[in-house]
């Protein structure tokens, strides 16, 4: 019973098919031609100028040459995306699937809302800026599907700095090395910041000064705040040794002022403090003036925490450079005459400015320790001064003897005779 109605009901429509295929081809009349198709040059059946039936359906188009009645249309799509979210200059791909899966055409076209975010080729994205940009599939019939794509940065997960401690002397400086992990992250900038600038400075490049002793730390933080430190203590560039330089050979009553020489020459600490063994030869101020007191030696020292230097020093005389010998009278001198001579030494301040008097001949004359010269016989001398330091003056002197002058001249026997006595004295002597 069943199945006889169902064959009748197959007839009823094949029967209906006809009449309405009849009637249409009653409305324009036309064979179709090798492409199934036929033409209506004056449209009569609203679809343009030619159109199909396909075996008896009603005028249709093949729009991109499928049938909607006997090809399977897409009737959805799907995408799907391996990442929906990725970093700053990933790629991934989108896939695109279109329903049902026997559809006449399963191409899919893509679009992307936002180049600037998402750079699409074929189904291949890259992440170009950051932000969210929108993928659509679209069927050859329209069908279309989305997906949200967003990049965002890849974040820094761990920033190193190698020392735990860095130990720097007063000045110096020292380029920090910080590595950030992963090293392909977004932005693996680091800012540099000193806990406390007045004892270390850093700079955009993590090179850190030392300024003032003292301990503080130096951070390293990427931009979502991942950080690593290292604590830097800066100390005092401590001297050596220590070297005096000056004179070593100072004149009495002069001062000098002697130097401290440190090594490194970039110590820091440049105090010193200045000793001398024998005060009563000289002092010494702790800036390194020296004052020279009395004539002997003594030993200066310089002294700095664990350093010390000595050296010798000498206190010397100031010597006499000049002795101006001036006579009493510049008169002529005769035998058994005497006369005094002076002496004025030069410089003023001289150590020893005692003169001590001789002549080169004291057959002809003497001279005392004040001075006085005798002349003792007529001839040609010379006074000599000289100082307990070695400077001597001379000064030629022409003893005359006046009675051989009167003999000469005047011829007078009984001085002839005193000058005798004269010269025969002077042989005793
Ligand atoms: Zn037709
Ligand atoms: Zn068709």
């Not at 004056?42 to 343009?48: D, E, H, P, R, T």
């Not at 130990?167 to 110096?172: C, Q």
């Not at 560039?237 to 100072?250: K, L, N, P, R, W």
């Not at 002058?405 to 005793?428: L, P, R």
Request: glycine letters at 6%.
């Amino acid at each position: 019973m069943y199945r006889y109605k169902n064959i009748l009901l197959r007839i009823l429509c094949v029967a209906l098919l006809v009449v309405s295929c009849t009637n249409i081809a009653y409305a324009h009349s036309g064979r179709t031609d090798s492409s199934g198709g036929h033409r209506d040059n004056k449209n009569v059946s609203g679809l343009g100028s030619y159109h199909y039936h396909c075996g008896g359906y009603p005028a249709h188009l093949h729009t991109s040459g499928y049938c909607p009645y006997r090809d399977t249309f897409p009737s959805s799509v799907s995408v799907k995306a391996e990442k929906t979210s990725l970093y700053l200059g990933e790629s991934t791909t989108i896939n695109g699937s279109v329903y049902p899966s026997n559809a006449c055409n399963t191409q899919i076209d893509w679009e992307c809302s936002d180049s600037s975010v998402i750079s699409l080729r074929n189904n291949t994205i890259e992440a170009v800026g950051f932000g969210t940009a929108t993928i659509t599939g679209t069927s050859f019939n329209g069908k279309t599907a989305s997906i949200k794509i967003t990049v965002k940065e890849k974040p820094v997960e761990l920033v190193s700095i190698e020392e735990e401690l860095i130990s720097l002397e007063l000045g110096k400086t020292f380029n920090v090395q910080a590595t950030v992990n992963p090293t392909d992250a977004t932005n693996t900038e680091l800012e540099w910041k000193s806990e406390n600038p007045d004892i270390v400075t850093v700079t955009a490049d993590g090179v850190i000064t030392a300024m003032a002793c003292g301990k503080t730390t130096i951070y390293a933080a990427a931009n979502n705040g991942i950080s690593d430190s290292v604590t830097v203590e800066v100390n005092e560039i401590v001297a050596t040794s220590i070297a005096i330089e000056g004179d070593s050979q100072i004149q009495i009553g002069s001062t000098t002022n002697l130097q401290a020489v440190f090594t490194p020459h970039d110590t820091t600490v440049q105090d010193v403090t200045w000793e001398i063994s024998d005060t009563s030869i000289a002092e010494i101020s702790q800036e390194g003036v020296l004052n020279a007191l009395n004539i002997g030696t003594a030993t200066v020292y310089a002294k700095q925490k664990d350093v010390e230097t000595s050296i010798q020093i000498e206190v010397m005389p100031i010597n006499v450079s000049e002795i101006i010998i001036t006579p009493s009278s510049d008169e002529k001198i005769n035998i058994g005459e005497s006369m005094d001579f002076s002496a004025e030494v030069l410089p003023e301040n001289a150590t020893y400015p005692a003169v001590t008097w001789r002549t080169n001949d004291e057959n002809i004359a003497t001279n005392d320790e004040n001075g006085v010269l005798q002349a003792h016989k007529s001839g040609e001398v010379i006074v000599i001064a000289e100082t307990e330091d070695g400077c001597t003056a001379e000064y030629p002197l022409k003893i005359n003897n006046p009675i051989q002058g009167v003999i000469v001249g005047v011829g007078v026997v009984g001085v002839i005779a005193a000058a005798a006595v004269v010269i025969k004295k002077k042989k005793k002597i």
